[in-house]
């Protein structure tokens, strides 16, 4: 398995899938889960509804697919990451941060996908520690090779540096 981290827009990366870290609603939001919407058009809402009709919200730590709508993925598979609370229930979230990613892959081996782009879940407004999430990033997709090409695909400087430096360690 290839692994790479690249800065960019997750939205503009041509792979198989993407994932989207999306809240439990699945409706859409802000960060990259707006954009993923917006970009990919209403059949990715579409979708959702009807992911959310037939099992209510999606959980934190589970994942989902759908149609990627107008972007050059195949499709997409929404996640929801864990809401860093200061570290009160820290390896909690740290396994279900660990989780999106396993669950997301293994999504993605089951639909016969050989590329998927990750962006930096539960970073951004969820407010889970940028070091530690590279770290549970990085970790669990090597401990789940069962693709042939995974991209981190930070969107800032900042995760940006924190990959490549975990990815240049190893």
């Given at each position: 398995m290839k692994i790479e981290v690249i800065q960019g827009d997750i939205?503009?990366?041509?792979?198989?899938?993407?994932?989207?870290?999306?809240?439990?609603?699945?409706?859409?939001?802000?960060g990259v889960d707006g954009a993923i919407h917006r970009v990919g058009g209403s059949k990715i809402l579409e979708d959702?509804?009807?992911?959310?009709?037939?099992?209510?919200?999606?959980?934190?730590?589970e994942a989902v697919i759908t149609t990627a709508g107008n972007l050059p993925a195949k499709k997409v598979i929404?996640?929801?990451?864990?809401?860093?609370?200061g570290g009160q229930r820290l390896e909690k979230e740290?396994?279900?941060?660990?989780?999106?990613?396993?669950?997301?892959?293994?999504?993605?081996?089951?639909?016969?996908?050989k590329s998927i782009a990750f962006p930096n879940i539960s970073t951004g407004i969820y407010k889970f520690p940028r070091e530690l999430a590279a770290q549970i990033?990085?970790?669990t997709v090597k401990e789940n090779t069962v693709?042939?090409?995974?991209i981190f695909v930070c969107f800032?400087?900042?995760?940006?540096?924190?990959?490549?430096?975990?990815?240049?360690?190893e």
């Open positions: 939205i503009k990366v041509e792979v198989d899938v993407i994932v989207n870290a999306t809240n439990s609603s699945l409706l859409g939001g802000g959702c509804q009807k992911i959310r009709n037939r099992q209510g919200k999606c959980k934190t730590g929404h996640t929801v990451g864990p809401v860093y609370n740290k396994e279900l941060l660990a989780n999106c990613y396993k669950n997301s892959l293994e999504l993605a081996k089951e639909n016969n996908f990033a990085i970790k693709l042939e090409k995974v800032d400087d900042e995760n940006y540096k924190i990959y490549k430096n975990y990815l240049e360690k």
